[in-house]
């Protein structure tokens, strides 16, 4: 497997040649190879979201998902999480849009990308491992019970959904490459100035951090006040959102906790899968 400082660097030199469409995805969403230049594929694919593809949001600004995909890999990268695919910024056939590195999955876990990580369960199967997000009832009227892993990768997930204040973490947006390591994908709706967070991971609602996601949280803000990183965020967030981003990380480590839901809206992704 390529490190994923090695597929930054193929994700921007190499050209984009329109595979298919990802039918399932809200916004237009291609599947690419990355072409040598003589078009010849390298053997490495990527999902390409351009920007005139993005439809009209009531909460989001036009035509800022792809940079907020970006930005969400850059925050997981600059924390050291490194839970997001590499993704880029860059022109395609179809203009500017992110490019994001595609997720090498196993043929059963293409079928079910979050198999063994958020499940529908019945009462009797939540047993230790498993932390219930929502009851409901199945097609048959059976109590049915949507949980998730109690997994130390998926935990780190939900505080960088946190600080992302990620308004669409589905089910469907979390998987395990081919070597077993979590991704999470589907970042175009992240980094509102204001709190968005809906998610399929509120399983550890008020639970203290652990320490790796303290010293994660950390690393992420000082990478925050140095100029790299915050002049490259700034190019892509608004002034408003990126101090948000700050204030998010801040708040998160001086609670030493996971947050709660909240109370005066709906917390959580529709549909969940």
């Known amino acids: 497997m390529l490190t994923d400082e090695a597929a930054l660097e193929l994700l921007g030199r190499h050209d984009l040649a329109p595979v298919g469409v990802l039918t399932e995805a809200s916004n237009l969403t291609l599947l690419v190879d990355l072409v040598d230049g ?7 694919r990527a999902v390409y979201k351009p920007v005139r593809g993005e439809r009209p949001l009531a909460d989001f600004p036009a035509g800022t998902l792809a940079a907020r995909e970006v930005a969400a890999y850059l925050v997981s990268a600059a ?7 590499p993704t880029v910024l860059r022109d395609g056939p179809m203009g500017p849009g992110s490019v994001q590195w595609w ?6 876990r293409l079928a079910d990308p979050s198999e063994g990580l958020v499940e529908v369960l019945t009462p009797d199967q939540l047993g230790p491992g498993w932390l219930a997000v929502v009851s409901g009832t199945g097609a048959d009227g059976e109590d049915v019970v949507v949980a998730h892993a109690d997994d130390p990768d998926l935990r780190s997930m939900a505080v960088l959904d946190a600080v992302l ?3 669409d973490r589905k089910a469907s947006h979390l998987t395990r490459d081919v070597t077993g390591r979590l991704r999470g994908f589907d970042h175009g709706l992240c980094l509102h100035a ?3 967070l809906r998610t399929v991971l509120w399983g550890w609602a008020g639970a203290p951090l652990r320490d ?11 990478a925050l006040g140095r100029p790299p990183t915050h002049a490259v965020l700034a190019g892509l967030l608004s002034a408003e959102e990126l101090d948000a981003l700050a204030s998010r990380t801040g708040q998160l480590l001086a609670a030493g906790a996971m947050p709660l839901p909240p109370g005066g809206r709906y917390p959580l992704p529709w549909p969940l899968w």
Request: aromatic fraction near 2%.
């Open 79 to 85: 924390a050291g999480w490194d839970l997001v695919p």
């Open 212 to 222: 790796p996601d303290r010293a994660a949280l950390r690393s992420l803000q000082e």
């Open 194 to 196: 204001q709190d968005k």
């Open 165 to 167: 204040t990620n308004a």
């Open 38 to 44: 003589d078009g010849r594929p390298t053997g490495h």
């Open 103 to 108: 997720v090498r999955q196993t043929e059963e």
